[in-house]
């Protein structure tokens, strides 16, 4: 059973920080995909920041630029910094991981995500 465990959510206002972390029981450094995905009011869930097998990171474009996807392999720990926060990142960010997807197909399929953290709330005030 992997187990995906997310924190680092808040209320920051628009133009601000957050550092969400996701602790895993997977190791972050053999064949999984691992990524973040959000879901706004109403909205589907969407990839917002993927990093893959090999190691090759790919990012939706209303992030890029702005956030950053990383992990700490001696943590199993993964990471997505976000900066110059918007209004429209207001999301529940959910933590993913899933066995040898390449980045470019996991970023745009939540389908091929095998195991799913509980999320962690993320809202950003104008």
């Known amino acids: 059973e992997v187990r995906l465990v997310e924190s680092g959510g808040g209320s920051v206002q628009a133009g601000g920080s957050l550092r969400l972390a996701c602790a895993t029981s997977?190791?972050?450094?053999?064949?999984?995909?691992m990524g973040w995905f959000r879901q706004g009011p109403g909205l589907e869930r969407e990839g917002v920041a993927v990093?893959?097998?090999?190691?090759?990171?790919n990012y939706s474009d209303p992030v890029k630029g702005r956030f950053t996807i990383s992990k700490d392999n001696s943590k199993n720990t993964l990471y997505l910094q976000m900066n110059s926060l918007k209004p429209e990142d207001t999301a529940m960010y959910y933590c993913?991981?899933?066995?040898?997807?390449?980045?470019?197909?996991?970023?745009?399929?939540?389908?091929?995500?095998?195991?799913w953290g509980q999320g962690t709330q993320v809202t950003v005030s104008s």
């Open positions: 993913a991981a899933t066995p040898y997807v390449a980045a470019t197909f996991l970023l745009k399929d939540s389908r091929r995500v095998r195991f």
């Open positions: 997977v190791l972050t450094n053999s064949g999984y995909s």
């Open positions: 990093i893959d097998f090999a190691g090759i990171t």
